[in-house]
């Protein structure tokens, strides 16, 4: 089973950037469609990007999109979330997750099988 690891939380001011990195453990990476979901400190978690296995197709939630953009480098096993224009609601704990090998893309939590263990992003000033 693929494992993943999260990296590239940390303390950014509201306007600022950040780019988060998922790295899998699995050769097969490139067959696994992946997505970004988030925790805030007592919230349920949500949905936040998706991007197919095949990157012809991509999801973004209402509240991130046109600041976040999710993409992936096969080669290098890992998926990206580049964060923009930060607010301090973005504040949660980030987690990069893979439906099983061949999976379309989906927005639904209880679709992806394997899970990080989370980057900490926190937007204060």
């Known amino acids: 089973q693929v494992q993943l690891v999260e990296s590239g939380g940390g303390l950014v001011r509201p306007g600022g950037s950040l780019t988060l990195s998922c790295t899998a453990s699995?050769?097969?990476?490139?067959?696994?469609?992946m997505a970004w979901f988030r925790q805030a400190p007592g919230k349920e978690r949500e949905f936040v990007a998706a991007i197919g296995w095949s990157q012809a197709t991509t999801y973004y939630s209402d509240s991130v999109r046109g600041r976040f953009t999710i993409s992936r480098d096969n080669a290098k096993n890992t998926v990206y979330l580049q964060m923009s224009s930060l607010k301090p609601e973005d504040t949660a704990l980030y987690s990069c997750?893979?439906?099983?090998?061949?999976?379309?893309?989906?927005?639904?939590?209880?679709?992806?099988?394997?899970w990080g263990q989370g980057t900490q992003v926190t937007v204060a000033s």
């Open positions: 699995d050769g097969s990476f490139s067959f696994h469609s």
């Open positions: 997750a893979a439906r099983d090998r061949w999976s379309e893309v989906s927005r639904e939590q209880s679709d992806y099988t394997t």
